[in-house]
């Protein structure tokens, strides 16, 4: 996130933030500091349309998301 505001004035062309996006406030985050989207690799990943095993697909959908602080 850190590096997206020097992205943003040093290219010409879109790009997108990529990494630990998960939600609704990643994608207004990122577009507030310059990016044109985001991507969201392992978000899905649990799609039916995503070639993965079954099997990783169910341990990403029960996977806990860490307690903050």
């Known amino acids: 996130m850190i590096l997206l505001p020097t992205a943003a004035d040093q290219l010409t062309i ?3 933030a ?11 985050a ?5 990016a044109d989207g985001i ?3 392992t ?3 649990a799609t ?3 070639p993965v ?3 990783v697909k169910n341990a990403l959908l029960e996977a806990k998301r860490p ?3």
């Open 53 to 55: 095993h079954e099997n």
């Open 39 to 41: 991507n969201m690799g």
């Open 30 to 34: 990122s577009l507030s500091l310059g």
């Open 67 to 69: 307690i903050p602080g």
């Open 18 to 28: 990529s990494g630990g996006m998960a939600d609704a406030r990643s994608l207004v």
């Open 14 to 16: 879109p790009f997108l």
């Open 43 to 45: 978000r899905f990943l």
């Open 48 to 50: 039916q349309e995503a």
